[in-house]
């Protein structure tokens, strides 16, 4: 099994020189944790979508430390300044027009015009950005169409050996992957909600956000297939109680049958971080033939749930 290793000094230094040879990282950022490889090496990347079993038609996000790096990479329209002070470091994602001579891999975009930038808030992800000294692509650190994970071991289960070592910073705080926003025009649009409440961009931005409405046929961002982030158990939405076999995962006021609670006060924020590891739990637990979720009211954080809900049901 691949190792796991504490996010500190000696850990750091590792995962780095690792990254710098062309190999495979996962680590902790402050939405899920990561599969790292250098953006700028066609082999490390490809090797990421090996390692997920991913369709190659799914670009992946580059990360940096800082935005001032960001522009070495890609072209910031106003919107993006805006964007970026207001979110940066943070669990928002920007697509924006690659630069003409960008070192990144092309296979990072997988074709398009377009690529999406990151800063993360997390300051071990980071420090390792830094000592990498080179855009690092990461998407989430699972095999294709299964969940994000949350935690180290998460990323263990999911990619067994396909890592060359995992970093360990603890559980991801926010629990959702980041915000995807076009913002090479002067609207964004959402491409994937996420992390950063869409009307939080909204307000930043002035103005209502385009929304991209994607399908498997014709996705707006692959990342928007339906079958995205599907959990082994069947899901049920909108369920006021639960069938027989089924694990209930209770919201706000506790309710019969329930066997865990996204949050028992309805904050949407402690939903999001619980998601992921409630729902891989369930599928841990071996003992339940579905997942029943109760109504998650369709506001701020809500709608990014129910979104990874309704993909993991379809
Ligand atoms: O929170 C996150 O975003 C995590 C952490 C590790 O940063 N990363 C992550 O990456 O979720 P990934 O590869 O699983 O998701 C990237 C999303 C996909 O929906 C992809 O289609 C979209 O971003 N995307 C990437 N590049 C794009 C582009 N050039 N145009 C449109 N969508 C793009
Ligand atoms: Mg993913």
């Not at 998407?139 to 994970?149: E, H, M, V």
């Not at 995807?180 to 209502?208: C, F, K, N, Q």
């Not at 049958?257 to 599928?283: C, I, K, P, Q, T």
Request: with cysteine; proline share 7%; charged share 25%.
């Amino acid at each position: 099994m691949t190792e796991i290793v504490p996010l500190d000094e000696s850990g750091l230094e590792r995962a780095a020189s690792l990254l710098r040879a062309g190999r495979l990282v996962a680590f902790p950022t402050e939405t899920v944790y990561g599969l790292g490889a250098d953006a700028g090496d066609d082999k490390a990347v490809a090797r990421i979508f090996e390692a997920k079993g991913r369709p190659r038609f799914n670009p992946l996000i580059v990360h940096l430390p800082s935005l001032a790096l960001v522009e070495k990479y890609v072209e910031l329209t106003p919107l993006a300044c805006r964007l970026a002070d207001a979110f940066w470091p943070g669990a928002l994602t920007l697509v924006l027009k690659r630069k003409p001579r960008a070192r990144l891999s092309k296979l990072v975009s997988a074709g398009l015009e377009t690529v999406a930038v990151r800063v993360p808030a997390h300051g071990g992800a980071r420090d390792l950005l830094r000592l990498a000294d080179r855009p690092i692509a990461a998407p989430s650190a699972n095999r294709s169409g299964r969940l994000s994970p949350t935690q180290a071991r998460h990323v263990a289960e999911s990619l067994g050996n396909a890592v060359d070592l995992i970093l360990d910073g603890g559980a991801c705080k926010v629990g959702l992957e980041s915000t995807v926003v076009d913002a090479t025009g002067e609207t964004p649009t959402l491409l994937r909600p996420g992390g950063i409440a869409a009307e939080a961009i909204e307000g930043i931005a002035g103005t209502r956000l385009a929304v991209a409405v994607g399908d498997d046929h014709t996705p707006a961002s692959p990342g928007m297939l339906t079958s995205h982030y599907a959990p082994g158990l069947p899901i049920r939405l909108d369920a006021t109680a639960p069938r027989f076999g089924e694990a209930f995962l209770g919201f706000g006021p506790t309710r019969d049958g329930e066997a865990a609670s996204l949050s028992r006060e309805g904050d949407l924020v402690e939903a999001a971080a619980n998601l992921f590891r409630l729902l891989h739990a369930f599928d841990d637990a071996a003992r339940y033939e579905g997942i029943a979720v109760a109504p998650i009211p369709e506001i701020g954080l809500g709608r990014a749930i129910n979104d990874r809900l309704r993909r993991a049901a379809a």
